[in-house]
Structure formats: C-alpha cells, structure tokens
T-cell receptor, first 112, second 114 residues
Framework: KAGVTQTPRYLIKTRGQQVTLSCSPI?????VSWYQQTPGQGLQFLFE???????NKGNFPGRFSGRQFSNSRSEMNVSTLELGDSALYLC???????????FGSGTRLTVV | AQSVAQPEDQVNVAEGNPLTVKCTYS??????LFWYVQYPNRGLQFLLKYITGDNLVKGSYGFEAEFNKSQTSFHLKKPSALVSDSALYFC????????????FGDGTTLTVKP
C-alpha cells in the first residue's frame, strides 16, 4: 500500500513569497496533520484536518493555512515567507484518534 | 494543555546492553502515548503505542514501552541494543478528548556503540 506522499521534496523561496505544499495520505486515512520540524524547536504542530474540516490548530501565525479536499489530500500554504520559516514540513496521516501517524518524507523549505 | 518531556538529549549504550529512553507526559484526559523513530536522512516511523490495557506494550524492532499512570511516564526499552538502533527517538502524547493533535517531545538521540 502506498505511503504518505509529500511534494515537492525540496523548495527554495525568497522572503516575501508564498508557497504551497501538498500531501497525499494513505488511502482510507481521513485525518491529515502537519508539523514543522526545526533543529531548535523540534516538532511543532501546525494543524489537523479530518474530512475536510480543520479540527485542531497550533500556535502559528495566520500566514500558515491549510485545507483538505474530498479525496483527503491536503495542502498547506505559507504566505509572506520569512527566513524563520525555513524548516522541514512533515505531513502525517492516520485512520483515527487511537492510531499512530504515518509520516511522509517531508518537504524541506529554505527561505533566502 | 498537553505536554511531553524527554529529559535526556542523548543516551549512549553499548551493543548488547539494555536501553531505556525516558518520557514523561501531561494531559487533561486519558493519554494516548506513542513512540516514533527517525533514522538519519529518513522520515519518522511509528514504533508503538499505548491506548488502554496492558501497561507493557510491544512494538517494532524488539522495542517495548511501559506505561506508568502514577508517574505519568512512558519509557521506551529494549533488552539488547543493536548498533542499528542508533537514531533519534520521539515520544508523543495525544489527549483522547483532543482528537487529531499529538504533542511531541524534543527527541532523544540514541547512540549504540559496538
């Protein structure tokens, strides 16, 4: 069975630009969560979607947004990029609250 | 609010010795607890979980973890470490009333020396 697919794998953007990252969950998983991973801050929760609804949101500014489509694929968008947004963005899917996450390989975003 | 603490940034053990990676947590409701592993240049992988039932749970690659409600701990253990176990380990907690959000610890780097 196919895993969680994140595209693109790498991105280099300039400050002030915006970026859209994509995540395709494991087939049948309706929950998709997004995390930001940095060496200094560890894994920080961005948001979680379930059946196209945002159920939880982390403590990130409004520049970070996301959505989920009817086929459970999810996108996250970061507008007005800042240098501090450089990080590995991880998408994880699960089938339910008691289920562990299956993570994608991540998108490495570098803001210059 | 929910939180996780991994008190050790680094754990070093000799191959063949038992290993323990510590984790303590705080949640409002009943905890769902997880361990994940991240090998160099690879993604995070699920190792094991505690939802309910037996306090000792077994997972992938011979790892197990013990849930202790009174000490709010969920330590990861393995009876005999392998060099290939060297990786970054994350503990995570999810409140059963807060669907969809897991909070991760800062991670513990495990190094197993031959």
């Amino acid at each position: 069975k196919a895993g969680v697919t994140q595209t693109p794998r790498y991105l280099i953007k300039t400050r002030g630009q915006q970026v859209t990252l994509s995540c395709s969950p494991i087939s049948g998983h309706r929950s998709v969560s997004w995390y930001q991973q940095t060496p200094g801050q560890g894994l920080q929760f961005l948001f979680e979607y379930f059946s196209e609804t945002q159920r939880n949101k982390g403590n990130f500014p409004g520049r970070f947004s996301g959505r989920q489509f009817s086929n459970s694929r999810s996108e996250m968008n970061v507008s007005t990029l800042e240098l501090g947004d450089s990080a590995l963005y991880l998408c994880a899917s699960s089938s339910g609250t008691g289920d562990g996450y299956t993570f994608g390989s991540g998108t490495r975003l570098t803001v210059v | 609010a929910q939180s996780v603490a991994q008190p050790e940034d680094q754990v070093n053990v000799a191959e063949g010795n038992p290993l323990t990676v510590k984790c303590t947590y705080s949640v409002s409701g009943n905890p769902y607890l997880f361990w994940y592993v991240q090998y160099p240049n690879r993604g995070l992988q699920f190792l094991l979980k505690y939802i309910t039932g037996d306090n000792l749970v077994k997972g992938s690659y011979g790892f197990e973890a013990e849930f202790n409600k009174s000490q709010t701990s969920f330590h990861l253990k393995k009876p005999s470490a392998l060099v290939s176990d060297s990786a970054l380990y994350f503990c995570a907690v999810r409140d059963n009333t807060n669907a969809g959000k897991s909070t991760f610890g800062d991670g513990t780097t495990l190094t197993v020396k031959p």
